[in-house]
Nanobody
């Protein structure tokens, strides 16, 4: 059972990146899939989630609303986070996680599986 986040990199302000969260050993269909990020010296914070396939509800933190889009590809067993209009304050290690919606989701409660992070750096 494994989650693998990828797609990070160095991008200029205003640029775009697409992060991928691929699962092996289990199906993402039955889980709420979330993206979290942790910037240096700061606590981990929730960025976005997408409900299990039967729900497809989505949520975005205010800081990314209108710029980030989360989506699923059930065939590829992968969840994506399209990040547009990136800002220097988006710089962080981004993690994907699978679980259920829980109180204090913003800090990672309810997540059962975690992927290793992928670094996103927004700088000119």
């Amino acid at each position: 059972v494994q989650l693998q986040a990828s797609g990070g990199g160095l991008v200029q302000p205003g640029g775009s990146l697409r992060l991928s969260c691929a699962a092996s050993g289990f199906s993402l269909d039955y889980y709420l899939i979330s993206w979290f990020r942790q910037a240096p010296g700061k606590e981990r914070e929730g960025v976005s989630y997408i409900g299990a396939s039967g729900s497809r509800s989505t949520y975005y933190a205010d800081s990314v609303k209108g710029r980030f889009t989360i989506s699923r590809d059930n065939v590829k067993n992968t969840v994506y986070l399209q990040m547009n209009s990136l800002k220097p304050e988006d710089t962080a290690v981004y993690y994907c996680a699978a679980g259920v919606l829980s109180s204090n989701w913003f800090r990672g409660n309810g997540m059962r599986y975690w992927g290793k992070g992928t670094q996103v750096t927004v700088s000119s």
